[in-house]
């Protein structure tokens, strides 16, 4: 827990020398750090393929998918980098039937 918080300091540090201002800077952080286990989980993937069963493979891809993107959509846009788009026109901003 150490880690993270010294990640986002580093984080928050580093973004405010590119004049993001401070609570910019600190809720960017926030968004980059927040999904460390889904990332150790991401690269145990990589690493292991095989030794994962189809349900940890499962368990790992969805609650990545669940957790990270709004994240990284959250500390894009207040990057100054803009919104989301959808890129490879799957549809990105259309609801889901269900």
Same mark, same amino acid.
């Given at each position: ?6 990640? %986002?300091?580093?984080?928050? !540090?580093?973004? $405010?020398?590119?004049? @993001?201002? !401070?609570?910019?800077a600190?809720?960017? =952080?926030?968004?980059? #750090?927040?999904? !460390?286990? *889904?990332?150790?989980? &991401? @690269? ?5 393929p #095989? ?5 940890? $493979?499962? *368990? &790992? $891809?969805?609650?990545?998918? =669940?957790? $990270? /993107?709004?994240?990284? =959509?959250?500390? %894009? !846009?207040?990057?100054?980098?803009? /919104? @989301? ?8 901003f +259309? +609801?889901?039937?269900?």
């Amino acid at each position: 827990m150490q880690n993270r918080k010294l990640v %986002k300091e580093r984080i928050a !540090k580093a973004l $405010v020398d590119l004049e @993001i201002s !401070k609570e910019i800077a600190d809720d960017i =952080a926030f968004h980059m #750090t927040d999904w !460390k286990e *889904n990332l150790l989980q &991401i @690269i145990q993937l990589h690493e292991s393929p #095989t030794l994962l069963s189809d349900d940890q $493979v499962q *368990n &790992i $891809v969805l609650d990545f998918l =669940a957790h $990270v /993107p709004n994240h990284l =959509a959250a500390a %894009k !846009k207040l990057s100054g980098l803009g /919104p @989301i788009e959808d890129v490879f026109s799957v549809g990105v901003f +259309e +609801e889901d039937e269900g």
